[in-house]
């Protein structure tokens, strides 16, 4: 069989959803499936780019075929790339989909590969309706979804959008695999001193790129709450700012968090991950709003237990009272939640069922959910 993966890979910082195109190709490849990945020569727009650099300086994965071709806003370059496409005839052709805004390049690239008549076209849906809506998503989002003969998605609340603008198209609902990747656990006492951390502290992980959605404001405001003040809970933030770093870093000076706060607001390389999850004693993940997170399935491999908000799909990985605790979306709620995680002292019980639990975030089971549209 011969397989082609739509979306971001190397060089570009596409976060997880690169990792995880990257990692299924792996997967395929060891099922014994030809695979190319065709990404993104512009991905973005630069004055759309809210990072400060698209790309990795990282060395490319090994054994994978990445051709970088697909420009986002060229449609010549959509032709060119469809017509290759469909004149491959690839068995199946798997497109990442995960905001609007790509919507016309992948849509008329999709619809020159349906000319062949016979590649199957299976979308994986990291979201449907964008976290941050603008006028036009959903006619976007349908002339998409048009050219598919299915779509997965990895939690409830995207198949629930997918499904209240086409309720006719063919979906499976799979788990998020784990992003097992990142190179293994290492001692939290080394980990620690890799980043310069006490041993001793008391330490929360906010990580992944910081937009307003996920709620770090909030999780600063809950630190700053009298009963975690005197648990002498502190923060570790890992990931890059995408807009209002000045607010962040006033809001850290108002709420004299500057001691109990260590920032390290840069691009967060894949070598790196494992230091920072490894340093920790739980992932907080404050979201407003929130489809799946690939944060929860990076903490699941490393073992962390989570506190996570009761929006979108996220009770549905993080199982309240297992592997973690879930709360209401807001400064009260997520303090209450790290009260009970340090109070209580259960994170080795959470530590143990997270390593039940995760057998089943496999890649060979996802594989096999996207395959089964083949039958």
Not at 93 to 108: K, S, T
Not at 220 to 229: G, T, V
Request: glycine share 6%; net charge positive; proline share 5%.
């Amino acid at each position: 069989m011969r397989i082609a993966i739509v979306g971001p890979a190397h060089p570009l910082r596409g976060g997880g959803i690169s990792s995880f195109n990257e990692r299924l190709a792996l997967h395929f490849q060891s099922e014994g499936y030809h695979v190319d990945i065709y990404s993104f020569s512009l991905q973005y727009p630069n004055f759309l780019f809210p990072g400060k650099s698209q790309y990795t300086d990282e060395p490319a994965p090994k054994n994978l075929n990445i051709f970088t071709k697909i420009n986002s806003v060229n449609p010549f370059n959509w032709y060119k790339v469809g017509k290759e496409l469909r004149e491959k005839k690839y068995d199946l052709l798997i497109v990442r989909f995960w905001m609007p805004f790509f919507a016309p390049c992948l849509g008329y690239i999709l619809k020159q590969v349906r000319k062949n008549k016979s590649s199957k076209i299976v979308c994986i849906a990291d979201n449907i309706i964008p976290h941050e809506k603008r006028w036009g998503d959903k006619m976007l989002i349908r002339f998409f979804l048009g050219k598919l003969d299915g779509c997965v998605t990895m939690s409830q609340s995207v198949m629930k959008d997918l499904k209240s603008i086409d309720p006719s198209i063919p979906t499976i609902l799979a788990d998020h695999p784990l992003y097992d990747n990142y190179g293994d656990k290492v001692p939290k006492r080394v980990a620690r001193q890799r980043l310069d951390i006490p041993a001793e502290d008391k330490i929360l992980l906010f990580f992944g790129f910081i937009r307003r959605y996920k709620g770090l404001d909030m999780l600063l405001d809950a630190l700053a709450n009298e009963r975690i003040s005197q648990i002498g809970v502190k923060l570790l933030i890992a990931g890059e700012f995408y807009g209002e770093k000045e607010y962040y870093l006033q809001k850290i000076k108002e709420l004299k968090l500057e001691d109990r706060v260590f920032l390290h607001t840069h691009f967060i390389a894949n070598a790196e991950v494992a230091t920072y999850f490894s340093a920790s004693d739980a992932v907080v993940l404050p979201y407003r709003s929130a489809t799946q997170s690939g944060i929860t399935q990076i903490a699941y491999h490393f073992d962390i237990p989570m506190i996570a908000t009761d929006v979108g799909g996220l009770p549905e990985l993080v199982k309240d009272g297992r592997v973690g605790w879930i709360v209401p979306s807001d400064e009260q709620g997520i303090a209450l939640g790290i009260q009970k995680f340090y109070k209580d002292d259960i994170s080795l019980n959470f530590i143990e069922n997270i390593q039940k639990d995760k057998k089943k975030y496999s890649w060979e089971v996802f594989g096999h959910r996207i395959l089964s549209f083949l039958e």
